[in-house]
C-alpha cells in the first residue's frame, strides 16, 4: 500500500475511501522521520488547504500532488515543478453542485429568501407583508469566467429568461455575448456572478472601480475565490448600499471570515459548499485516488491541470 502525507480533512465516507487505499500520515508524522518522509511519494489534500513549499520540498521523492477540488491556487506550483512533482485536480464532478448552488444563492438574494423565512418565524407576518423582492426573469446576468463550471451556471439560467454576458481571457464564439472588459461588462450587468479560477492573475479584480460599475442596483455572486475580490471595498459597497447585495460562499480568511459581513442585512453568506454533496464529495475523492492509482502504475495521471485551459 502506497504512503501519503494526507494536508486536511475530508468527509468521512470519502477519508473512509482513502483509507482503504493507500496509507495516509500527517505532518507531524513525518517530522523527524527521515525514513518515512523517503516513503512517501504523494500528498492528498484539498484544494482549501495549503500545500506550502517548505512541506515540497521535506519529501525527496514526491512524484503528485492529488487536490481534491477544482481550485489548486494555494499549492505552490513552482515547488512542485521544481520538485518534479504532477498536480492534478478534479475538474468537471462538481459542476453541477456548484452550479445548482450559484442558481439557489442569487434567487435567495433576489427574492430576500433567507430574510421571508426569518420574517416567518418572528411572527412578523401577522403584522403585515414581506416587502416586494426583485424578478431574476429579465436580469442581464455577466458572468466572470466561462470555464466549465461558469458554462454550468450559464446553462441553467438560460431558462430563467436572462441575457448572459462573460467575459474571460478569449472570446470562446459561444451564443452568449462576450465582453473582453470587465469594467464594461458590470456596468452592463445587474447580476455579475465570478466563476473564475484563484490566483496571482484574478486577485482583486473585483475592486472598488468594477463595485462602482456595477452600481446601487446591481448585485454580485462569488462561487469561486474569496481572492477574487477586494474584500474591504465590498464591505464599503455593501454598507454604503453602492450596490444592493451580494450572495458569497467565499472569503478571504475562511472560516474566520470579516465580522462585518455578520452585520449587513443586503446579503447571503454561505460556509463554502459549493461542492458540498453527498454525491459530489465522493466523485471527487474517487477521481482524486485515481488520478493516485494512475500515477503510481504508470507515472501519468488522468486530470493533471495543465490538461485544464480553465476551471
Known amino acids: ?74 499549492v505552490a506550483l513552482e515547488a512542485a515543478t521544481r520538485r518534479g512533482a504532477i498536480v492534478t485536480h478534479t475538474p468537471a464532478v462538481l459542476n453541477s453542485a456548484v452550479a445548482e448552488l450559484c442558481v439557489g444563492m442569487l434567487l435567495s438574494l433576489l427574492r430576500r429568501l433567507p430574510e421571508a423565512d426569518r420574517f416567518v418565524r418572528a411572527g412578523s407576518w401577522r403584522h403585515g407583508a414581506f416587502a416586494l423582492t426583485s424578478n431574476l426573469a429579465g436580469k442581464r446576468i455577466g458572468i466572470v469566467g466561462l470555464g466549465r463550471i461558469g458554462k454550468e451556471i450559464a446553462h441553467r439560467l438560460e431558462s430563467f429568461g436572462v441575457a448572459l454576458s462573460y467575459f474571460g481571457r478569449t472570446d470562446q464564439n459561444l451564443r452568449w455575448r462576450f465582453e473582453p472588459d470587465l469594467h464594461a461588462l458590470a456596468r452592463g450587468s445587474d447580476v455579475l456572478i465570478l466563476a473564475a479560477p484563484g490566483g496571482r492573475e484574478t486577485a482583486r479584480m473585483i475592486d472598488a472601480a468594477v463595485l462602482s460599475e456595477l452600481g446601487p442596483n446591481g448585485f454580485l455572486v462569488n462561487v469561486a475565490r474569496g481572492s477574487l475580490i477586494d474584500e474591504a471595498a465590498l464591505l464599503d459597497a455593501l454598507s454604503s448600499r453602492a450596490i444592493a447585495g451580494a450572495a458569497l460562499d467565499v472569503f478571504d480568511n475562511e472560516p474566520d471570515i470579516n465580522p462585518r459581513f455578520l452585520a449587513l442585512e443586503n446579503v447571503v453568506l454561505m460556509p463554502h459548499i459549493g461542492s458540498a454533496t453527498d454525491e459530489t464529495r465522493l466523485a471527487m475523492a474517487r477521481l482524486t485516488l485515481d488520478n493516485l492509482h494512475c500515477f503510481f502504475a504508470t507515472g501519468t495521471t488522468l486530470t493533471p491541470i495543465d490538461a485544464a485551459t480553465s476551471v
Open 1 to 74: 500500500m502506497h504512503e501519503l502525507l494526507q494536508i486536511g480533512t475530508f468527509p468521512i465516507p470519502a477519508q473512509k475511501l482513502i483509507d482503504s487505499e493507500f496509507r495516509c500520515h500527517n505532518r507531524r508524522d513525518l517530522e523527524g522521520d527521515e525514513v518515512l518522509r523517503n516513503r512517501v511519494r504523494g500528498i492528498i489534500t484539498r484544494s482549501n488547504f495549503a500545500v506550502p513549499q517548505d512541506v515540497i520540498a521535506s519529501l525527496p521523492h514526491l512524484g503528485i500532488i492529488a487536490v481534491c477540488g477544482v481550485g489548486y491556487d494555494l
